[in-house]
């Protein structure tokens, strides 16, 4: 929530923080273990999360990944095939279902993370100590702004 007195961005300054933020996006999502296994950026982007939250119901994962349920279908079939996930049936309710990491999936996740890790780091050793000390402040308000631009206006 905003306090009445915070100014709003302006356009050059809001077009040039949303520039950086996909750039960011960019270059940090390609992988090259990720791109081995021949995974699309949305299929990394659901065995992250699956890895990260653990058992997660597809109701759950098709919102957090914002993907319609086709959609998402689609993509745990692929990992399915590829031996990186694996659907689960919930014993409570037959008619909820459920998708797990298996063991390949996870190791996967962890050289993905790993690589994306060295990559902002050898990055960050270009910048001053100052820009990283500034980035490091600046964490807690660009979560904030994830977490509002995830609920929506």
Do not use: K, Y
């Not at 809001?14 to 390609?30: P, T």
């Not at 299929?43 to 890895?51: A, D, F, Q």
Request: proline share 5%; no cysteine.
């Amino acid at each position: 929530m905003t306090s009445p007195t915070a100014p709003l961005l302006d356009v050059e300054t809001a077009s040039r923080l949303r520039v950086a933020i996909a750039r960011l996006s960019r270059r940090l999502r390609v992988t090259r273990a990720g791109s081995a296994a021949g995974l699309t950026p949305t299929g990394i982007s659901v065995l992250l999360t699956v890895v990260r939250h653990g058992p997660t119901r597809l109701g759950d994962l098709a919102r957090t990944e914002n993907l319609n349920p086709t959609m998402l279908s689609r993509v745990i079939a692929d990992l399915g095939q590829a031996g990186l996930l694996e659907r689960v049936s919930d014993h409570g309710d037959r008619r909820a279902a459920w998708v797990q990491s298996t063991a390949a999936g996870s190791a996967l996740a962890q050289r993905m993370r790993r690589e994306r890790t060295n990559a902002l780091n050898s990055a960050l050793e270009g910048l001053s100590d100052q820009d990283r000390q500034l980035i490091e402040q600046a964490l807690p308000a660009l979560e904030g702004l994830a977490e509002q631009l995830r609920e929506g206006p």
